[in-house]
């Protein structure tokens, strides 16, 4: 069982940066997938960000490479999600996960943990 807490959101002006975190309870996180997922009103979860257990993997959807980037400390239990020029769109509740087995993972069944949730908005 992995328990997984988000923090680090907020209300942030457009073109602003946040630096989300997701502390993971247990002793085998770093057997993990870690992925960071967000969603908006009224619509489906997005996948974000992937990492792999190791941290030597990541992977982006496309609309968020270059603006965001995922990160671990195995030494901490802890991924991170770093946010850079923000924009309205990116306005949601962002979910960090965490998935049994090895290689990137996009799809929210992939996963087998999730923590709670926390909210990011993007003023313009």
């Known amino acids: 069982q992995v328990q997984l807490v988000e923090s680090g959101g907020g209300l942030v002006q457009a073109g602003g940066s946040l630096r989300l975190s997701c502390a993971a309870s247990g002793r085998t996180f770093s057997s993990y997938t870690m992925g960071w997922f967000r969603q908006a009103p009224g619509k489906e979860r997005e996948f974000v960000a992937t990492i792999s257990n190791s941290g030597g993997g990541t992977g982006y959807t496309d609309s968020m490479k270059g603006r965001f980037t995922i990160s671990r400390d195995n030494a901490k239990n802890t991924v991170y999600l770093q946010m850079n020029s923000l924009k309205p769109e990116d306005t949601a509740v962002y979910y960090c996960?965490?998935?049994?087995?090895?290689?990137?993972?996009?799809?929210?069944?992939?996963?087998?943990?999730w923590g709670q949730g926390t909210q990011v908005t993007v003023s313009s």
């Open positions: 996960a965490a998935a049994r087995g090895m290689g990137l993972k996009a799809r929210p069944h992939d996963y087998d943990y």
